[in-house]
């Protein structure tokens, strides 16, 4: 592989980017226009459409610096360094493992580049049910089209990979439709490693397009900073303390930081941003704070072919069915999208399941190993309400979050769907990924298996890689956090920029919805405090 540009390394030494590491020291005081919490898809997108309209920008950003040049395509050093809590953060009682980025363009940077538009039967539920009249297919079109054309999201043109044909095969065999995903990549390389940080810069994360039009602009960045509590007077937010921290998230001492803005805007991601409102006594009359917090609870099927496979190889994901979303009303049984799963082989040494020798068996058909993911679409049903983040003793997030009977039926149904597919694809032998299973070597005996399969939690294994709400926004306080427009109903100079306020679960990769959304949000913001109309380039 040829050395590609650093954009960060070469912005700082062009262009004079303002950078700071908290691990080196913080000032006693800062002041701006605007202070971001966070640099993942909502932060990148509101730093450059404030910026373009003149403003002074600060982000913040807890987790590190990493850049093309750190990328080398090593498990072992993209988990511990650019996930949150070395890739093993999970829900309280630890049976659903979560993914979340932890570094300068958060989980942007280490995502699988699927895009999609929010599901019009999404947006349909949350003008009914949260009052979000404006949130209709047309009204956001043209955002999400800035967003598209900013970030490169088009459908991916390569081939698939046989991982993610063989989902297409199963599925039109059956009648199902399938389709090509958009992917937000210019140049791809193909090489299949995005989760662990894209070392040739195709992938348009936040850390290539929005942050460096925003420190081009004069916009100051301090990673390894930790926003801790804004306080908060007569409605608005005086200022927000901020400390340095080590990579491992421990304090460097004691020096607090205080930036002092005009607006404050927060965007650290489901489970952070509810947490940092927490810590901070945010008015919250309706105890709606850190509620509703959604996860996409993630099933996993894996199957082994006569031919190799490679998944490892390849764009992770190119190919998708929604049919099994479609075949319920949204506030039916639990729908679900299906993808393929690369495995890398950390990732895949859970996903198979099994320790010792019985893992060791199973790794003997990696090469021939294929595998699918079912997300399942949460918060549309009275018994799928979702999960609540509270503070630890020390003011860290934790999310409380169960896998219900009602989640647990999506699993068992979409085990079934994945197996069929599978084997229908042609596959010699399926197995779900739950402690009970076995490989089977028919759809028949899968299917009489699966039905008597015992669904409880940790039996049942499970992660996700979406997280949102906590934070949703609503036409009124009774039922959302901030505003349709972002803002605090009680804050007149906070916002929430992020996935956090979204209502529900989305249905989809949430990417492409936190872009579109807060690239409105930002706009209207731009508009507020500059007076000026301004758009994504």
């Known amino acids: 592989m040829s050395k590609q540009p650093d954009v960060f390394r070469d ?72 996930y949150q809590e070395s890739a093993a953060r999970a829900n309280i009682d630890n049976s659903v ?32 049910r949260f009052g979000l009249k404006d949130y209709t297919v047309e009204s956001m079109a043209p955002w999400f089209k800035q967003a598209e054309t900013r970030l490169g999201v088009a459908p991916w043109e390569v081939p698939p990979n046989p991982n993610n044909e063989l989902l297409r095969t199963g599925a039109e065999k059956l009648g199902i439709p399938a389709h090509v995903i958009p992917r937000n990549v210019r140049g791809c390389w193909n090489i299949g490693s995005c989760g662990m ?68 805007v927060v965007s650290g991601g489901a489970i952070n941003s509810p947490a940092l409102l927490k810590r901070s006594d945010v008015p919250d009359p309706h105890g709606l704070i850190g509620k509703r917090t959604f996860l996409h609870p993630v099933s996993f099927s894996s199957a082994i072919y006569a031919d190799k496979i490679e998944g490892w190889t390849g764009a992770p994901q190119s190919i998708y069915s929604d049919h099994f979303l479609h075949t319920q009303p949204v506030d039916g049984p639990m729908g679900y999208k299906i993808e393929a799963t690369p495995i890398h082989p950390g990732l895949v040494s859970v996903l198979l399941g099994g320790i010792g020798s019985e893992l060791a068996e199973r790794f003997k058909n990696y090469p021939h190993t294929q595998m699918l993911l079912s997300l399942m679409r949460d918060g ?11 503070l ?102 906070l916002s929430v920029h992020d996935g956090s306020l ?5 249905g989809a990769n949430p990417q492409l919805s936190i872009y579109g959304t807060t690239n409105r949000l930002a706009t209207q913001l731009a508009k507020r405090l500059s007076g000026k109309d301004v758009a994504l380039a």
């Open 197 to 264: 940080g894209c070392p040739t810069n195709a992938k348009q994360s936040m850390l290539v397009t929005t942050l460096p039009t925003a420190l081009t602009a004069g916009a100051r960045l301090y990673y390894q900073t930790r926003a801790e509590a804004f306080s908060i007077k007569d409605g608005k937010v005086q200022h927000l303390s901020c400390v340095g921290i080590r990579q491992n998230g421990d304090k460097v001492s004691d020096k607090v930081l205080h930036i002092t803005a005009k607006h404050y």
């Open 392 to 493: 630890n003793v020390d003011g860290s997030p934790l999310l409380n979050y169960s896998l219900t009977p009602y989640v647990l039926d999506g699993f068992r149904r979409s085990f079934l769907s994945m197996a069929e597919i599978q084997f229908a694809a042609g596959a010699q032998k399926v197995m779900p990924y739950h402690q009970h299973g076995k490989y089977y070597t028919s759809w028949a005996d899968a299917q009489k298996a699966i039905k008597e399969l015992d669904m409880r939690p940790f039996l049942t294994g499970a992660g996700s890689a979406h997280v949102m709400g906590g934070c949703a926004m609503a036409g009124d306080e009774q039922r959302g956090v901030v505003q349709p427009d972002g803002v605090h109903w009680h804050i007149s100079n």
């Open 502 to 506: 979204f209502p529900t679960s989305v």
């Open 97 to 128: 493992t979560i993914l979340q980025g932890r570094c300068v363009g958060g989980t942007t940077v280490v995502n699988w580049t699927s895009s999609f538009r929010t599901p019009p039967d999404t947006l349909k539920y949350w003008q009914e």
């Open 11 to 82: 912005g700082m030494q062009q262009h004079g980017w303002k950078i700071f590491n908290g691990e080196q020291g913080l000032p006693e005081k800062l002041s701006c226009d605007v202070v971001i919490v966070g640099t993942g898809a909502g932060a990148g997108i509101t730093a450059e459409v404030l910026t373009r309209a003149g403003l002074d920008v600060i982000l913040l950003e807890e987790g590190p610096l990493k850049t093309s040049s750190d990328f080398n395509q090593k498990e072992t050093e993209a988990y511990t360094s650019l």
């Open 380 to 390: 549309f049903h009275p018994e799928s309400e979702g999960g609540s983040v509270f």
